[in-house]
């Protein structure tokens, strides 16, 4: 699976922003896609996934309520619309792909295949 992120930029406090991962390769089906992020010096964190099949979605507590993650079947794409940003939201977000447990989806060591990262930053 390659996938690409794109969507990133510079946007102020309290504005939103929307990903997009767009996906090439392989049926996704059968996979569960994530996005992830990592801020200077901080280790990679989850932020939300979605289970292809059936659009089952979670989400870190940091983003509930604020981000939304939805797929598009049509597209291969999976979209990360997020709102009311804050600060602590900069960082590098990161698309992946996994054939995992749901159980283990916010690992990212479950996940094997990972775009190249799209820079999100939010002053104050």
């Known amino acids: 699976v390659q996938l690409q992120a794109s969507g990133g930029g510079l946007v102020q406090a309290g504005g939103s922003l929307g990903l997009s991962c767009a996906a090439s390769g392989r049926t996704l089906n059968n996979y569960l896609m994530g996005w992830f992020r990592q801020a200077p010096g901080k280790e990679r964190e989850f932020v939300a996934a979605?289970?292809?099949?059936?659009?089952?979605?979670t989400y870190a507590d940091s983003a509930k309520g604020r981000f939304s993650i939805s797929r598009d079947n049509a597209k291969n794409t999976v979209d990360l619309q997020m709102n009311s940003l804050k600060p602590e939201d900069t960082g590098v977000y990161y698309c992946a792909a996994a054939r995992a447990r749901w159980a283990l989806i916010r690992l990212s060591s479950s996940y094997g295949y990972w775009g190249q990262g799209t820079q999100v930053t939010v002053s104050s």
């Open positions: 979605i289970r292809w099949s059936d659009g089952s979605t």
